[in-house]
């Protein structure tokens, strides 16, 4: 099992930036890959960015390319997400989720925290 504790959510105006971190406990985080959603009200839970176990590869969704950066610290069992130029369409609770694979689909991930608030206001 792994828990995971989102954190770092919060209201701000379009262009500012936010940093959600991910903290994990349970079994060897390294040996997870770490993505993560957003939902926003009235529709389905989407893909943002997913990092692998050693933090060699990511991938990001189209819509957050060159201004959402994922990072991990396997020491400190956390991953990060870096969200700069942020615009309303932002919008949602963020999750994190971990995977002992590596995928791009909610359905690639077991474990999931609870998820944390963004709101961008224009």
């Known amino acids: 099992q792994v828990q995971l504790v989102e954190s770092g959510g919060g209201s701000v105006q379009a262009g500012g930036s936010l940093r959600l971190s991910c903290a994990a406990s349970?079994?060897?985080?390294?040996?997870?890959?770490v993505g993560w959603f957003r939902q926003a009200p009235g529709k389905e839970r989407e893909f943002v960015v997913a990092?692998?176990?050693?933090?060699?590869?990511?991938d990001s969704a189209d819509s957050v390319k060159g201004r959402f950066t994922i990072s991990r610290d396997n020491a400190k069992n956390t991953v990060y997400l870096q969200m700069n130029s942020l615009k309303p369409e932002d919008t949602a609770v963020y999750y994190c989720a971990a995977t002992r694979t590596y995928g791009l689909s909610r359905r690639d991930y077991n474990y999931w925290g609870q998820g944390t608030q963004v709101t961008v206001s224009s």
């Open positions: 990092i692998n176990w050693s933090g060699g590869r990511a």
């Open positions: 349970g079994r060897t985080f390294s040996n997870y890959a």
